[in-house]
């Protein structure tokens, strides 16, 4: 049974930082590729960070480019969204996703078929 299990969220304020977990079990996690979306009432769906676990080969979307990073722990099974100078705008439910093998889209929602609960960033001005 596949397992995403996000943890880490919680309330900061402007300028702030916070890191998410991600940790995966149930499938082929050292083959596969990992990323964080978020989403947030009246927006859509984001793509904000995403790593190709074989490869270590990462994308940042542009909105958080220079104060997000996404890691790697593979003893752990792990994947981790260390998230700085966090802005109101940031304010989302985050999700963890995987799906096995590489993708030429990694910020796309749709090439993923795993996917957590999400846990809630708050971040207050």
């Known amino acids: 049974q596949v397992q995403l299990v996000e943890s880490g969220g919680g309330s900061v304020q402007a300028g702030g930082s916070l890191r998410l977990s991600c940790a995966a079990s149930g499938y082929m996690y050292s083959r596969s590729s990992m990323g964080w979306f978020r989403h947030s009432p009246g927006k859509e769906r984001e793509g904000v960070a995403a790593?190709?676990?074989?490869?270590?080969?990462?994308s940042i979307a542009a909105s958080v480019k220079g104060r997000f990073t996404i890691s790697q722990d593979n003893a752990k099974n792990t994947v981790y969204l260390q998230m700085n100078s966090l802005k109101p705008e940031d304010t989302a439910r985050y999700y963890c996703?995987?799906?096995?093998?590489?993708?030429?889209?990694?910020?796309?929602?749709?090439?993923?078929?795993?996917w957590g609960q999400g846990t809630q960033v708050t971040v207050s001005s």
């Open positions: 790593i190709y676990i074989p490869g270590r080969s990462t």
């Open positions: 996703a995987a799906r096995l093998g590489g993708s030429w889209s990694p910020l796309r929602a749709e090439e993923y078929i795993y």
